[in-house]
Structure formats: C-alpha cells, structure tokens
C-alpha cells in the first residue's frame, strides 16, 4: 500500500522533536495516542533511540502506521496497538505520553475520556505531552485559528479547538500538572503535564 502522508507532520516534527528532547529525555515506555500516519513516531523514535514507541489509534489507521513503521524497521517501534479512547485500553506502564492534533478532532466526551483512562495505564511520575492548537481563555489566540475552528465546526459538529484552562482541569483530575507550554509554528502549543507521585 503507498503510504499516508500528512504535510503538516514534515513542517511540525522538528519543533516538536525538540520539546521532546527535553522532556522525555529521562523517559523508556511512550503511548502514543492518535499516531496518525504514523510519520510523528518514525522521526521521533529514530531520534530519541532510548524510548521505546508505542504507536496506537483507531482500527481503520493501523494499516499506514505499520507501513510507515516497516519501512523504518526501527528496534524501538513495536506494533502500533488498536485503540479508541472511549473503548478497551492497552495494558501497560507508560512513563510518557504524547499525542497530537487530536484533541480538536474528538469530541469533548472523548477527549474526557481520555484524560480519565491515563492513571491506569501510566507511572505514578508519568509525563504527558499534547502538540496542537488551544485558545485561551475561550478566546482564540490568533485570527488563522479562529477560521480554523469554524472550519472543523463545519466539517463537524462535535469538532473544535479544546480551551487550554479546561484541558488544564482534566489533566490535573488524572493527577497531571502543567509543567510547560511552548509556542509553536502556526499558532499551536506544545504542552507537557507531570504526574506526581503524592
């Protein structure tokens, strides 16, 4: 099969790459969730040899993701796992989680959802790391998201750009704290949440 591609994953890997040089730098064990086409944890994995990437989405993505990641043939890329947030979780230790440009494609429950499956498959010291636009606030942070969100509002209803304060509330129910929130290209963020132990 020819592989998927996502332009926007060649533009943003870089910037990304870089927040996660820093934060997974003590990390072994990633979920990814939401991999997409699998291009963010080809680049990611190859860089940063002393994770082991574990890609995961729903069942109709899973085909690209491994063809994506049998090109590679990386030793620390094992097979991408079925999951939707809202069914069956893998079982696992996860020290670090990252996603991207999901959480304004789920639904408000599932990105609930999600946040609140994290404690049982994650470290007592896990980080969480999400790449993708936030409005602040409730407000949009620039003019080109604003056209963005109504243009996913278009394509569905249940889509949009999650306001960071109320992402910020699930990820502390789950037991995370922001840690950091780096600007990236194209008006989006990187954030990152530590768990603590206490």
Same mark, same amino acid.
């Given at each position: 099969?020819?592989k998927p ?9 870089? $910037? ?8 997974? %730098? #003590?990390?072994?064990?990633?979920? *990814? ?17 002393w994770l082991?990437?574990?890609?995961? @989405?729903?069942? *109709? ?8 990641? @049998? ?8 097979? $991408?796992?079925?999951?939707?947030? #809202?069914?069956?979780? $893998?079982?696992?230790?996860? #020290? ?22 994290? $404690? =049982? ?16 606030? #409730? ?7 604003? =056209? ?25 129910? %789950? ?9 990236m290209p %194209? ?12």
């Amino acid at each position: 099969m020819d592989k998927p591609h996502a332009p926007s994953c060649e533009r943003n890997r870089e $910037p990304i790459l870089e927040v996660l040089r820093q934060y997974f %730098a #003590d990390r072994r064990h990633v979920l *990814e969730i939401g991999s997409g086409t699998g291009q963010h944890a080809v680049h990611f994995a190859a860089a940063l040899t002393w994770l082991d990437w574990q890609c995961s @989405d729903r069942t *109709e993505n899973l085909p690209g993701i491994r063809a994506w990641l @049998d090109e590679a043939a990386l030793p620390n890329t094992p097979p $991408p796992l079925e999951l939707d947030v #809202d069914g069956p979780w $893998p079982r696992g230790a996860f #020290d670090a989680v990252f996603s991207a440009n999901t959480l304004h494609i789920m639904a408000w429950h599932e990105v609930e959802a999600l946040f609140a499956q994290l $404690p =049982a498959v994650v470290t007592d010291d896990a980080r969480l790391a999400i790449y993708g636009p936030f409005n602040d606030g #409730d407000r949009y942070t620039s003019d080109s998201n604003a =056209a963005f969100d109504q243009w996913l509002k278009a394509r569905d209803a249940h889509m949009g750009i999650r306001d960071a304060e109320a992402v910020d509330a699930l990820a502390a129910a %789950a037991g995370f704290a922001l840690v950091d929130d780096v600007a990236m290209p %194209a008006n989006n963020r990187c954030r990152v949440w530590q768990r603590s132990r206490h």
